[in-house]
């Protein structure tokens, strides 16, 4: 079995899952650094209020600067200062300004704030000059990512949730759906409805699913056909039994000691009929029902086909039978009781619908891997719409047809089921001038 159903859902959750989760750190990482920043708006006010303290700082007005500072500390609730650095040599090598900068005291307004420090950073924005920095602790309004930690839940859990969810409702229809058909087929099919089917309500499905609605099909198909052969059996059973069990009930009803002889006699004939008939339809339900293949021994077919070749001279002594073969025709893994029964009832029905006088001919030779048998009687033929059917139990072409010994239509069905026991089969054709063959097919192996 290829598992095609397993390796969807390992595609499905483990390929899947893993690049799903991993998009989502991802997508975390980046939703962390686009909120780590100060807004555009909190920076223009940042950078405002340092130009104004530069502005206060040129111009000298040291004394407004610091009256500014104290309001803006009151208004916002945080530190606000002006500094100035300046590096001093001591010895070595001249200072280098891209080395040593105008940033010493806090952080730049572009750079991200960490999202877990409980404690608002140092923000310096620089004067133009470079000499001096404004200073300010950053205001609590204006931290990035106030949402920080719902966004993360949701990220975290509430979407892998949510996605694994749908997932699991996905799965979940995908098989339901197709064991709820499975389901509803049963129950029609338990209901007597053998025509209903599963596969083809499937769409394009190719997985362990798919072939348990195809095993279902061919379950129900089988079965099917064998309620109703058995229905169509015993109808056929119970109509051909009515005839002679009515010819007993008249002769038993109109037994005459004076003629005991003669209605033993017609009640001997009947009970062996009736007697043959269940035989046969008995032997033919279980052919059919079980289907068995018997393979148990070789055969010679030339041996078997002299046999019965000489029964036949001797039950039809007016009748010619030519036998052309092989000197050995041996079959493997075969039957012989299977074999013999076929061939002879094929043999007889020649028999019986070749006029007296006439010829049949039975031909064996070797065909590749088959040997094949052929009966050829100068009989009236039969029509060829009725090929076929002449091997369905009790089908009968005309009344007319009707030969003694099998005139309740089993023996070509007979014949046929015990030839597939064995892996044979036997068509009919007609002639091109007059009568009928049977070609029986045999493997040697």
């Known amino acids: 079995?290829?598992?095609?159903?397993?390796?969807?859902?390992?595609?499905?959750?483990?390929?899947?899952?893993v690049s799903f989760f991993y998009l989502i750190h991802i997508f975390t990482l980046k939703t962390e650094e686009s909120m780590s920043f100060i807004a555009e708006q909190d920076r223009a006010q940042l950078k405002a209020w340092a130009a104004k303290a530069e502005s206060f700082y040129d111009a000298g007005e040291l004394q407004e600067l610091e009256s500014w500072l104290k309001k803006l500390k009151e208004?916002?609730?945080?530190?606000v200062a002006i500094a100035g650095f300046k590096a001093l040599h001591i010895a070595g090598d001249e200072i280098d300004k891209h080395i040593v900068g105008a940033y010493h005291f806090g952080r730049s307004i572009e750079w991200k704030i960490h999202l877990y420090f409980a404690e608002n950073p140092v923000m310096e924005l620089p004067f133009s000059n470079g000499e001096m920095s404004f200073l300010i602790k950053l205001p609590e309004?204006?931290?990035?990512?106030?949402?920080?930690?719902?966004t993360k839940f949701a990220l975290q859990i509430l979407v892998p949730m949510l996605v694994l969810a749908i997932l699991s409702f996905t799965i979940y229809f995908h098989i339901i759906t197709p064991l709820q058909k499975l389901k509803r087929a049963t129950t029609e099919f338990s209901r007597g409805n053998f025509s209903v089917r599963v596969a083809e309500h499937l769409g394009r499905r190719?997985?362990?699913?798919?072939?348990?609605a195809k095993t279902f099909d061919k379950m129900a198909i089988r079965i099917g056909e064998l309620i109703n052969a058995q229905r169509q059996l015993i109808g056929d059973l119970s109509h051909e039994l009515r005839t002679p069990l009515t010819r007993l009930d008249i002769t038993v009803s109109n037994f005459e000691l004076e003629n005991a002889e003669v209605y033993l006699k017609r009640i001997n004939r009947e009970s062996k009929h009736i007697r043959k008939l269940v035989e046969d339809s008995l032997t033919l339900a279980w052919l059919d029902n079980e289907k068995p293949i018997l393979q148990q021994e070789s055969v010679d077919l030339v041996d078997l086909l002299d046999v019965l070749l000489d029964d036949a001279r001797y039950e039809f002594p007016e009748h010619n039978i030519i036998f052309t073969s092989e000197d050995s025709a041996l079959v493997y893994n075969t039957c012989h009781r299977a074999l013999a029964p076929a061939i002879e009832n094929i043999i007889r029905n020649a028999l019986r619908y070749t006029p007296i006088g006439k010829t049949v001919s039975v031909t064996l030779i070797n065909e590749s891997n088959y040997f094949l048998i052929s009966v050829c009687d100068q009989g009236p033929g039969i029509p060829s719409q009725y090929l076929e059917k002449v091997f369905e139990p009790f089908f009968r072409v005309d009344q007319a047809r009707i030969a003694e010994g099998d005139s309740f239509g089993l023996g070509l069905a007979l014949a046929k089921r015990h030839l597939e026991s064995v892996r044979a089969s036997v068509k009919l054709q007609n002639n091109a001038k007059l009568g009928l063959t049977a070609v029986i097919m045999i493997p040697i192996y």
Do not use: F, V
């Open 141 to 150: 309004r204006m931290r990035p990512g106030s949402h920080w930690t719902t």
């Open 206 to 212: 190719n997985d362990e699913l798919a072939d348990l």
């Open 75 to 79: 208004q916002e609730h945080t530190y």
């Open 1 to 17: 079995m290829k598992r095609r159903l397993l390796w969807k859902l390992c595609l499905i959750l483990a390929t899947g899952l």
